[in-house]
């Protein structure tokens, strides 16, 4: 399974970006997949990651302001990222696997990678 992910770009505080990570080789419907972030200086954290059956699931501090989704006809998976912080810079990386729920949030437990794509908040 490839990743590509894309959508990131420099954004005042306030404002919205939509991330998209599109993959071939491979099906969404049948992975989890989710999105990490890794800011400068930082450890690559979860950010919000959308099961196979549909469940989602988001770290606190974005909670509210982003939305995971996936389109299966088009084999992508979004991330809609509203009401921005400057602390929401990062190198965005979405990931796929197949994975238990109770899991998603482990880095380790993801098998494919995409590339990144940087957000940079501007207060």
């Known amino acids: 399974v490839q990743l590509q992910a894309c959508g990131g770009g420099l954004v005042q505080a306030g404002d919205h970006l939509t991330l998209s990570c599109a993959a071939s080789?491979?099906?969404?419907?049948?992975?989890?997949t989710g999105w990490f972030r890794q800011a400068s200086g930082k450890e690559r954290e979860f950010v919000a990651a959308?099961?196979?059956?549909?469940?989602?699931k988001y770290t606190d501090p974005v909670k509210g302001r982003f939305t995971i989704s996936r389109d299966n006809a088009k084999n992508t998976v979004y991330l809609q990222m509203n009401s921005l912080k400057p602390e929401d810079t990062a190198v965005y990386y979405c990931?796929?696997?197949?994975?238990?729920?109770?899991?998603?949030?482990?880095?380790?437990?993801?098998?494919?990678w995409g590339q990144g794509t940087l957000v940079t908040v501007s207060s």
């Open positions: 990931a796929t696997t197949k994975v238990v729920w109770g899991r998603v949030t482990e880095e380790n437990e993801y098998m494919y």
């Open positions: 080789g491979g099906t969404f419907r049948t992975y989890t």
């Open positions: 959308f099961g196979w059956s549909g469940n989602r």
